[in-house]
């Protein structure tokens, strides 16, 4: 059943995830480029890592059991997402969403 605190996680996960081959792994990519530089933003990155481990961290472990991780660097930003995946992929695709590859770059038809 859809939430908004799903919901929320859903736009997230459709926005930046990134599925690859490993089941117990996926990433979420942050649009940092639109936040500026790393070097010019050291202070904003740790602002969003304390954001993602107060606030996305205990919503993943509570609805899918998945730890989360906050991860920078100059090439990017990104929340890594691990655990078991299959009810995350489950509901996701009840949405027509398939979990392989870069989510955003994808159509999803339903």
């Given at each position: 059943?859809?939430?908004?605190?799903?919901?929320?996680?859903?736009?997230?996960?459709?926005?930046?995830?990134?599925?690859?081959?490993?089941?117990?792994?996926?990433?979420?990519?942050?649009?940092?480029?639109?936040?500026?530089?790393?070097?010019?933003?050291?202070?904003?990155?740790?602002?969003?890592?304390?954001?993602?481990?107060?606030?996305?961290?205990?919503?993943?472990?509570?609805?899918?059991?998945?730890?989360?991780?906050?991860?920078s660097?100059?090439?990017?930003?990104?929340?890594?997402?691990?655990?078991?995946?299959?009810?995350?992929i489950?509901?996701?695709?009840?949405?027509?969403?398939?979990?392989?590859?870069?989510?955003?770059?994808?159509?999803?038809?339903?």
């Amino acid at each position: 059943m859809m939430n908004t605190d799903k919901a929320y996680l859903y736009g997230l996960i459709i926005g930046g995830g990134v599925f690859g081959n490993n089941e117990d792994t996926f990433r979420i990519e942050l649009p940092y480029k639109k936040w500026g530089s790393f070097a010019e933003s050291s202070s904003r990155v740790e602002e969003i890592q304390n954001d993602i481990m107060r606030y996305l961290s205990p919503l993943f472990r509570s609805i899918y059991g998945l730890s989360v991780s906050y991860q920078s660097s100059r090439s990017g930003w990104w929340i890594l997402c691990e655990g078991d995946t299959s009810s995350l992929i489950t509901d996701l695709s009840q949405y027509g969403i398939v979990c392989s590859g870069n989510l955003r770059t994808k159509r999803h038809a339903r």
